[in-house]
């Protein structure tokens, strides 16, 4: 099983939107994946940096899980996950990325 974990930092404003709204809008893109993409066994989305206290910069979260290294290079080049990266790439200043096999 593959963990993929990704930490985002958005911009205080961005697309007509402040960072509150641009992260609510990241969770509801990237949660209407779920079932859509079937090399994603799990796919988590948690919002709001005061739950964050090892990373307080970090405004978005994504825990999503892989059975194989294939499967996640699958995902991360499926057409509806590049609409939402088209997204994500507008409202974020910095992205930090893990992943592990467990």
């Known amino acids: 099983?593959?963990?993929h974990i990704?930490?985002?930092?958005?911009?205080?404003?961005?697309?007509?939107?402040d960072k509150a709204a641009n992260a609510?809008?990241?969770?509801?893109?990237l949660l209407?994946?779920?079932g859509k993409l079937p090399q994603a066994v799990e796919l988590e989305v948690a919002v709001g940096g005061e739950i964050f206290a090892a990373v307080p910069e970090t405004d978005?979260?994504?825990s999503s899980s892989f059975r194989t290294k294939e499967d996640l290079?699958?995902?991360a080049?499926?057409?509806l996950h590049l609409e939402?990266?088209?997204?994500?790439?507008?409202?974020v200043s910095e992205r930090r990325v893990v992943d592990y096999e467990v």
Do not use: N
């Not at 990704?6 to 939107?17: I, N, P, S, Y």
């Open 1 to 3: 099983m593959i963990k």
């Open 32 to 34: 209407a994946l779920k």
């Open 24 to 29: 609510a809008e990241m969770q509801s893109r």
């Open 60 to 62: 978005v979260v994504l």
């Open 84 to 91: 939402v990266v088209e997204f994500i790439k507008k409202v």
């Open 73 to 75: 290079q699958t995902y």
């Open 6 to 17: 990704v930490m985002w930092t958005l911009k205080d404003q961005a697309e007509g939107r």
């Open 77 to 79: 080049v499926h057409p």
